[in-house]
T-cell receptor, first 113, second 115 residues
Framework: DADVTQTPRNRITKTGKRIMLECSQT?????MYWYRQDPGLGLQLIYY???????NKGEISDGYSVSRQAQAKFSLSLESAIPNQTALYFC????????????FGPGTRLTVL | KNQVEQSPQSLIILEGKNCTLQ??????????LRWYKQDTGRGPVSLTI?????NTKSNGRYTATLDADTKQSSLHITASQLSDSASYIC??????????????FGKGTKLSVKP
């Protein structure tokens, strides 16, 4: 969905490097999320934010940090990447007026060597 | 423990045929249930969302049903097309006073539609 964009789309990095994944949205939603998807597993919530001043940990936040720079921007950082953080990462937004139906970005495929 | 189980894990059908995907959940307290379609390498896209009081909802050739008593949902696809090949994810929202950290995702059913 072009309303939610993620950069980069693919990234290969080495163990110990700092990585930032960026998400931007034009839907005007206050709520934004970062998920991780591993093969054969369901989506797992890393962090979520209900507005610019609100940041909450999800079920697998260890090793990750986030920054909500503006309503439209939500970044995910891996301070020191490790191989088991190799996964597909999705950003999403939602509107509570639509029962929080989520709109996902196209994903970032991250490989940590 | 809140869980969402989907079956089958994978399914192959011929173009034009119908199919039904299953979702069983143990999430409590229940708020709503969503079905998403995820094409390979892309983000999930919402198909339907049902609250406790709804027992069926359609979106084109997709029809979702919900039985809140047995905690089961199904997604029925009619007259399948090659473009229906994707993973279908069942997501259940727990109602903890509005907190949206409470979406429980199933692992998905991978559907392949063959010509």
């Amino acid at each position: 969905d072009a309303d939610v964009t993620q950069t980069p789309r693919n990234r290969i990095t080495k163990t110990g490097k700092r990585i930032m994944l960026e998400c931007s949205q034009t839907k005007g939603h206050d709520r934004m999320y970062w998920y991780r998807q591993d093969p054969g597993l369901g989506l797992q919530l890393i962090y979520y934010s209900f507005d610019v001043k609100d940041i909450n940990k999800g079920e697998i936040s260890d090793g990750y940090s986030v920054s909500r720079q503006a309503q439209a921007k939500f970044s995910l950082s891996l301070e020191s990447a490790i191989p088991n953080q190799t996964a597909l990462y999705f950003c999403a937004t939602s509107d509570p007026g639509q029962l929080d139906t989520q709109y996902f970005g196209p994903g970032t495929r991250l490989t940590v060597l | 423990k809140n869980q969402v189980e989907q079956s089958p894990q994978s399914l192959i059908i011929l173009e034009g045929k119908n199919c039904t995907l299953q979702c069983n959940y143990t999430v409590s307290p229940f708020s709503n249930l969503r079905w998403y379609k995820q094409d390979t390498g892309r983000g999930p896209v919402s198909l339907t969302i049902m609250t406790f009081s709804e027992n069926t909802k359609s979106n084109g050739r997709y029809t979702a049903t919900l039985d809140a008593d047995t905690k089961q949902s199904s997604l029925h696809i009619t007259a399948s097309q090659l473009s229906d090949s994707a993973s279908y994810i069942c997501v259940v929202s727990a109602d903890y006073g509005g907190s949206q950290g409470n979406l429980i995702f199933g692992k998905g059913t991978k559907l392949s539609v063959k010509p």
